[in-house]
């Protein structure tokens, strides 16, 4: 059922990419011209038809890909499960996928999507060091993102901290954020 990401997946590995990332980022983010207007399914498929994006790419398929996991070396860099199939354990299957066959044992994880930490708590992972948030001025930043590992890992890297302003998940931006719902 979970097998690596093949250029047959790519239309619907884009479809749940630009879906996903509409449905969880556009209310924190309020981009309305990125998530319309930049973020399409025909643009996305082109650039994750590279093969040093789709070679880290394993996709669940039971006839249907249902979801995506993209692995750099032991990052998750991305976790998304199609809207429609979520809560069928298709996440959790991907999740443990990860942690087993490649060792997966950190990812980043925006702090305002409470719904993916807690789904990568239930799943082991937890906050090694929360980021502030804070910039320079003090303020406490929207986008900020904290970096989860893996409490089971063996092999876990130095802490650290990404925060990006004004970037929105999506092409040739933010790769590292998830959505995993189970």
Not at 56 to 67: A, E, P
Not at 129 to 154: E, P, V, Y
């Amino acid at each position: 059922m979970i097998r690596k990401a093949e250029k047959k997946d790519l239309s619907r590995i884009a479809e749940i990419l630009v879906f996903d990332k509409r449905m969880n980022y556009r209310s924190i983010f309020k981009n309305d011209d990125y998530s319309f207007h930049v973020l399409q399914v025909l643009d996305v498929a082109k650039e994750y038809a590279q093969p040093e994006i789709l070679d880290h790419i394993f996709v669940y398929d039971d006839g249907i890909v249902k979801g995506l996991i993209h692995l750099e070396q032991t990052e998750i860099a991305e976790f998304y499960v199609d809207h429609f199939f979520q809560n069928q354990g298709i996440g959790a299957a991907l999740m443990e996928y990860a942690k087993q066959e490649h060792r997966a044992d950190h990812l980043w994880v925006l702090e305002k999507n409470e719904r993916a930490i807690r789904f990568y708590e239930a799943h082991g992972f937890s906050f090694r060091a929360k980021a502030s948030g804070s910039g320079d001025d003090g303020i406490r930043h929207k986008d900020a993102r904290n970096r989860m590992t893996f409490s089971g890992g063996q092999h876990e890297e130095q802490t650290k901290r990404r925060t990006f302003s004004g970037a929105v998940p999506g092409i040739g931006g933010l790769r590292s954020e998830s959505r995993d719902e189970n």
